[in-house]
Structures are given as structure tokens and as C-alpha cells.
């Protein structure tokens, strides 16, 4: 064993340990981080039970087809304050739907989620006020179709 001048560092196994455990601690420390700020924001919850939700996919999706192909076109728009939908036949006739409801929701986060009834009106159109304060927001409206299956849009508003 050679002698290290006076001052000279020298690399030990004390130095490797400390170097090991403080690379896995902050590892460590940001997976925990970043897993209670993801639990903390979002819930993950799509659907009560995704089992039966898969189940009625094909049977969903077969109606939206059928729906399609028969013309129906759906939109949805707000603006001052106002939450406009409208769904309309293969002529531009407003489709007849009862019991019109929309859930806002942010994408992420379940702060200011809340449900709303729509109003038909002289048009044809369905109308609520609501405010919203300005970021995205996803709408998902169900309604009821006279002998038939509900009718579902979604999608995604961006308010100024």
C-alpha cells in the first residue's frame, strides 16, 4: 500500500455507499412524489364497472352505426354562459329527445364536475346556462330516444 500525500483525497468504500443509497433515495423520493400528486389529482375512475362496460360495447357501437348511417349528426357549442346541443336527421330535422342530461367534467381532477339537465326549445336545439369557469371540459350527454336505445355524445369544450 503506497502513502497518499498529506491532503490527497482518496475514494473508499464509505464514499460508494453513500453515493449508492443517495441515487436510490432520490429515485425513490420522486416516484413517491409523483404517485401522491397523481392520486391527489385524478381518481382513475372512468366507469363504475368496467366489466359490464365492456360487455355493452358491441352493442353501443352497433347503434352508433346504425345512427350514423342513417345521417344523425350531433354537435355541441358554448358561448356566453350557454351550453348549446343539437342532433339532427339525415333532412336537418331536429331528432325528438327526452330527458336530456350532460355531465361536465375536467379532464383531469374531479373538481367542478357537475350534471345538468338541457331544455328543449322552439328549434329543436337543447339549452342550458351554466357556468364554466375557463380551461377544458369534457361533456358527455345522454339522452333518451322514443323506442329506442340512448342516444350518447361526448366531447371536449375549451372556454376562454
Known amino acids: 500500500m503506497t502513502d497518499l500525500p498529506q491532503g490527497e483525497f482518496r475514494f473508499t468504500g464509505r464514499h460508494m455507499l453513500v453515493l ?3 441515487f436510490f433515495a432520490v429515485i425513490v423520493g420522486v416516484n413517491v412524489l409523483m404517485a401522491v400528486l397523481a392520486a391527489r389529482s385524478w381518481t382513475g375512475l372512468v366507469v363504475e364497472n368496467s366489466y359490464v362496460a365492456s360487455q355493452q360495447f358491441n352493442d353501443k357501437l352497433t347503434v352508433a352505426q346504425a345512427r350514423t348511417a342513417s345521417g344523425w349528426q350531433g354537435g355541441m357549442d358554448y358561448a356566453d354562459g350557454e351550453l348549446v346541443f343539437f342532433l339532427v ?5 331536429p331528432v325528438r329527445l327526452d330527458d336530456v342530461a350532460v355531465e361536465i367534467s375536467r379532464p383531469i ?4 364536475d357537475r350534471f ?8 329543436g336545439t337543447h339549452r342550458a346556462k351554466i357556468a364554466l369557469d375557463p380551461g377544458v371540459w369534457n361533456a358527455a350527454i345522454v339522452a333518451r330516444v322514443p323506442g329506442e336505445a340512448d342516444y350518447e355524445h361526448r366531447a371536449r369544450l375549451i372556454v376562454r
Do not use: F, H, K, P
Request: net charge negative; glycine share 20%; proline share 0%.
Open 89 to 93: 336527421d339525415r333532412d336537418g330535422a
Open 109 to 112: 381532477g374531479v373538481e367542478g
Open 20 to 22: 449508492v443509497v443517495g
Open 116 to 123: 345538468v339537465d338541457l331544455v328543449v326549445t322552439e328549434d
